[in-house]
C-alpha cells in the first residue's frame, strides 16, 4: 500500500527543522497499517527543498518537487530546476508537483498560475517526469493547458480528485490517473463516491494529502500516511471488490507511473 501525495515537509520542530522524531513515529503507524511507502510533495521552494532531504533520509519515502498555485510568489524556475537537476539520479525525485491551478482562493492572479504551470509541465517534459496535478474551481483552464501539453509520454496524476466523472475521462483519455484522499469517504462527498465507483481499477490511486483531509473514521484529527488503508478500504467497499484487489492495482499503478524503484 502507497501514499501517493503527503507533506512530510510540514512535520516540522518549533525551530521549523524536519522533526525526524516524529516522522520516524508516523513510518512506524504506516507499516502497522501495511503502508509501505510514500511520496512526499512539494509545495514551494523551501518544502520541496525539505522533500528531497525526508526523501534521501528515508528508504521507502519519495518524493516530487514544485510550486502550488497557491505559492506562486516563491516561484523561481532556476532554483527548481535545479533542484531537479542536482537530484534526478538519486532516484528519489520521481514527479514535478505539485502544480496546477486554483480559483478557489485566489483569482486575481490566473494569468501568472497559468504562466507558472506552463513552465513546470515544460520542466518535467524536459527531465522525463510525470506531474502532480493540482486543480481546484479551475477544470476549464486545466483542461485547455493539458490538452496544449499533450501527450504526456510519462503520465501524471490529477491528485485530490474532486470533479466530474465526464471530466475524469478526458483527462485518462490525457494519460493521467486520478487519486482519491480521505474526502471519498465524507458523507457529503457523492459526488467523488460515484467517479471511485466508475474508474477502472488500473486508472486511479490513493492518497491522503496528510496532514488535511484526514479520512472517517479520524475526521477532524490530523492526517497522516498510515491512514490511507482507510481510504482505500472505503473504495474496496464502494466497488464492491475485496481489499487486496483494490491494494495491488493502486500500488502497481503508483510503481509504474513514479518508476518507483521497490525491492
Given at each position: 500500500?502507497?501514499?501517493?501525495?503527503?507533506?512530510?515537509?510540514m512535520v516540522l520542530d518549533e525551530n521549523k527543522n524536519i522533526?525526524?522524531?516524529?516522522?520516524?513515529?508516523?513510518?512506524?503507524?504506516?507499516?502497522?497499517n501495511g503502508v509501505t511507502h510514500a511520496i512526499t510533495v512539494?509545495?514551494?521552494?523551501?518544502?520541496?527543498?525539505?522533500?528531497?532531504?525526508?526523501?534521501?533520509?528515508?528508504?521507502?519515502?519519495?518524493?516530487?518537487?514544485?510550486?502550488?498555485?497557491?505559492?506562486?510568489?516563491?516561484?523561481?524556475?532556476?532554483?527548481?530546476?535545479?533542484?531537479?537537476?542536482?537530484?534526478?539520479?538519486?532516484?528519489?525525485?520521481?514527479?514535478?508537483?505539485?502544480?496546477?491551478?486554483?480559483?478557489?482562493?485566489?483569482?486575481?492572479?490566473?494569468?501568472?498560475?497559468?504562466?507558472?504551470?506552463?513552465?513546470?509541465?515544460?520542466?518535467?517534459?524536459?527531465?522525463?517526469?510525470?506531474?502532480?496535478?493540482?486543480?481546484?474551481?479551475?477544470?476549464?483552464?486545466?483542461?485547455?493547458?493539458?490538452?496544449?501539453?499533450?501527450?504526456?509520454?510519462?503520465?501524471?496524476?490529477?491528485?485530490?480528485?474532486?470533479?466530474?466523472?465526464?471530466?475524469?475521462?478526458?483527462?485518462?483519455?490525457?494519460?493521467?490517473?486520478?487519486?482519491?484522499?480521505?474526502?471519498?469517504?465524507?458523507?457529503?462527498?457523492?459526488?467523488?463516491?460515484?467517479?471511485?465507483?466508475?474508474?477502472?481499477?488500473?486508472?486511479?490511486?490513493?492518497?491522503?494529502?496528510?496532514?488535511?483531509?484526514?479520512?472517517?473514521?479520524?475526521?477532524?484529527?490530523?492526517?497522516?500516511?498510515?491512514?490511507?488503508?482507510?481510504?482505500?478500504?472505503?473504495?474496496?467497499?464502494?466497488?464492491?471488490?475485496?481489499?487486496?484487489?483494490?491494494?495491488?492495482?493502486?500500488?502497481?499503478?503508483?510503481?509504474?507511473?513514479?518508476?518507483?524503484?521497490?525491492?
Amino acid at each position: 500500500m502507497i501514499d501517493t501525495h503527503c507533506h512530510l515537509s510540514m512535520v516540522l520542530d518549533e525551530n521549523k527543522n524536519i522533526d525526524y522524531n516524529q516522522i520516524c513515529d508516523i513510518l512506524k503507524q504506516m507499516k502497522l497499517n501495511g503502508v509501505t511507502h510514500a511520496i512526499t510533495v512539494g509545495s514551494n521552494m523551501r518544502d520541496s527543498e525539505l522533500s528531497v532531504e525526508i526523501a534521501k533520509h528515508y528508504d521507502n519515502i519519495y518524493c516530487a518537487v514544485g510550486v502550488h498555485p497557491e505559492e506562486v510568489e516563491s516561484f523561481d524556475i532556476v532554483e527548481l530546476e535545479d533542484l531537479v537537476k542536482t537530484n534526478l539520479n538519486s532516484g528519489k525525485v520521481v514527479a514535478i508537483g505539485e502544480i496546477g491551478l486554483d480559483y478557489y482562493w485566489r483569482k486575481d492572479n490566473k494569468e501568472a498560475q497559468i504562466e507558472i504551470f506552463k513552465k513546470q509541465i515544460e520542466l518535467a517534459k524536459k527531465y522525463n517526469l510525470p506531474i502532480v496535478v493540482h486543480c481546484r474551481d479551475a477544470y476549464g483552464d486545466t483542461l485547455e493547458i493539458l490538452k496544449q501539453y499533450a501527450p504526456f509520454d510519462k503520465g501524471g496524476v490529477i491528485h485530490c480528485y474532486s470533479g466530474s466523472i465526464e471530466w475524469a475521462n478526458v483527462v485518462i483519455k490525457l494519460g493521467f490517473l486520478i487519486s482519491f484522499t480521505g474526502v471519498v469517504t465524507y458523507p457529503n462527498a457523492s459526488n467523488v463516491q460515484e467517479v471511485a465507483k466508475w474508474v477502472d481499477i488500473d486508472k486511479f490511486m490513493v492518497e491522503t494529502d496528510s496532514p488535511f483531509l484526514t479520512p472517517v473514521p479520524f475526521r477532524g484529527k490530523k492526517n497522516n500516511p498510515s491512514y490511507v488503508r482507510y481510504t482505500l478500504e472505503y473504495i474496496a467497499k464502494l466497488k464492491n471488490k475485496e481489499i487486496q484487489e483494490i491494494d495491488k492495482n493502486t500500488t502497481n499503478n503508483a510503481i509504474k507511473l513514479f518508476k518507483l524503484k521497490i525491492k
